[in-house]
């Protein structure tokens, strides 16, 4: 064997190492070199994101509580003893609170007789008092009320109301409209109308005794 003959397969092992350190280097990613300007762009968004993480954690658990204090000791109780209670709770999780509200109450309400359910909604409704809460509390708690009956099919008129708002909205006094004459579009809006007088005379009604100069 020629002495030139001998260099060969060192040279090609050198060769075939380059190629495997060549292919390396094109599959990975390329170091990024950010200037002094990116660099403070990027540190002011990283903070943003993390005091927006800190306030939506801080803010979803103010909702938590809130929304937890306004369910009745009964539902509580039924929730503890619920396997997601344990979990729930200590997340602080409004949205997961939400969603074991809603399976106690369908729970509940395929337990119990539907009217006895319509029955209890309305009584609650109806003996609902402002007494020591502040207004903005007893809105929020009666607006509660409302859309919990309203998830039942509870309705806020009656015959009476709504030939009252048909005249009023359509009506004259020489020319008397009666609510079965409009038309779906004039009875939903009147049915809306009568829906919302009809809550705030309730809402009215059942406020502290410091407003009742209205």
């Not at 319509?118 to 903005?136: A, K, W």
């Not at 806020?156 to 038309?183: I, N, W, Y």
Request: proline share 4%.
């Amino acid at each position: 064997m020629q002495a030139g003959n001998v260099d060969i397969p060192m040279k090609l092992a050198i060769l075939n190492n380059d190629v495997l350190q060549a292919e390396c280097k094109a599959t990975q990613e390329p170091p990024m070199a950010m200037t002094n300007l990116e660099k403070t762009q990027n540190n002011n968004e990283w903070h943003t994101c993390h005091e927006r993480d800190a306030q939506l954690v801080k803010n979803g658990g103010q909702a938590f509580s809130l929304v937890l204090e306004q369910c009745t000791q009964p539902l509580q109780d039924k929730m503890k003893q619920d396997a997601e209670w344990n979990v729930m709770s200590t997340s602080y999780d409004p949205l997961k609170l939400h969603r074991l509200i809603e399976k106690t109450m369908l729970a509940q309400m395929e337990d119990q007789c539907p009217f006895a359910t319509v029955c209890e909604q309305e009584q609650g409704f109806c003996s609902f008092r402002q007494e020591l809460l502040s207004n903005p509390q007893c809105c929020e708690r009666f607006n509660t009320k409302v859309d919990v009956a309203s998830a039942i099919g509870t309705t806020r008129q009656c015959q009476v109301s709504l030939e009252f708002v048909a005249q009023e909205m359509h009506g004259t006094a020489a020319r008397p409209v009666l609510f079965k004459d409009l038309d779906s579009t004039q009875q939903q809006e009147a049915r809306q109308d009568a829906k919302e007088r009809h809550l705030a005379c309730v809402f009215l009604r059942q406020s502290g005794a410091q407003h009742s100069p209205l």
